[in-house]
């Protein structure tokens, strides 16, 4: 017959489920204010399929050292070969850990930050940016950056952004082009040079030179499509006996 627990060891379990319970309900809040959509874990990233990769790199970044030290992280490479997988892998990990996130795809920042001019919610808007503990700030060169009329360019808003956080709190930053082209992208290559240089002050650096993981995935389904389309195409074997 097995012992029964105890009132103090039934009280404990009781209050340990209790703060787990509330200690998983502010990592989801954390979650659902930092805007990160997607929940991606390094456990699921295939570092096999990136061979050039330095795992052991990863996993000390992961610990996010980087982001109490307030250094900057830049990933670089071609589409499909992680980058934003590794950031929002962290970016997981941060809300796990009580640090305050936020993330956007770049595109996506700087249209939030000039629908601020256009309806007076500019001081509010870039705050809620620059007080993050980290900042992730994804696919740089992916998509079109848009402006109208008078509007500041999309690299004097990400310079104000930056200048205000340097050496203050930890930005991260994937890109799908060369940094030498981001002058061109944002509209301003002097003030682009500027954010460059804040960043690399301070910033650790990792280039994916790899294949695109979604290519593959692609190439694989369409081959796993066609194997099955041949076999339905297949003629039936006849017996020896048959008409």
Request: net charge neutral; hydrophobic share 40%; proline share 3%.
């Amino acid at each position: 017959m097995r012992e029964r627990p105890s009132p103090t060891a039934l009280l404990e379990h009781v209050l340990g489920a209790e703060a787990a319970h509330k200690l998983e309900q502010r990592i989801d809040r954390r979650i659902d204010r930092s805007g990160l959509k997607e929940h991606k874990t390094l456990e699921a990233f295939d570092f096999d399929f990136q061979p050039t990769l330095d795992k052991s790199v990863v996993l000390e970044l992961a610990r996010l050292d980087f982001v109490r030290r307030h250094d900057d992280l830049v990933i670089t490479g071609n589409p499909g070969t992680g980058k934003s997988h590794l950031l929002k892998a962290f970016g997981l990990r941060a809300c796990e850990q009580g640090i305050r996130l936020r993330y956007a795809r770049c595109v996506d920042l700087l249209d939030d930050l000039h629908a601020g001019l256009a309806d007076g919610s500019y001081p509010r808007r870039f705050k809620s940016w620059a007080v993050a503990e980290l900042l992730v700030i994804d696919d740089v060169g992916l998509g079109q950056v848009k402006k109208h009329g008078d509007e500041p360019t999309a690299a004097h808003t990400l310079y104000n952004l930056i200048d205000r956080r340097h050496g203050r709190a930890s930005t991260a930053v994937s890109s799908n082009i060369a940094l030498s082209d981001w002058g061109r992208y944002l509209g301003d290559a002097t003030l682009t040079a500027a954010i460059l240089d804040r960043l690399a002050m301070h910033a650790l650096r990792i280039d994916i030179d790899g294949p695109s993981f979604r290519q593959h995935v692609a190439h694989e389904r369409a081959a796993g499509r066609g194997a099955k389309r041949t076999e339905r195409e297949r003629p039936a074997h006849r017996d020896a006996d048959g008409g």
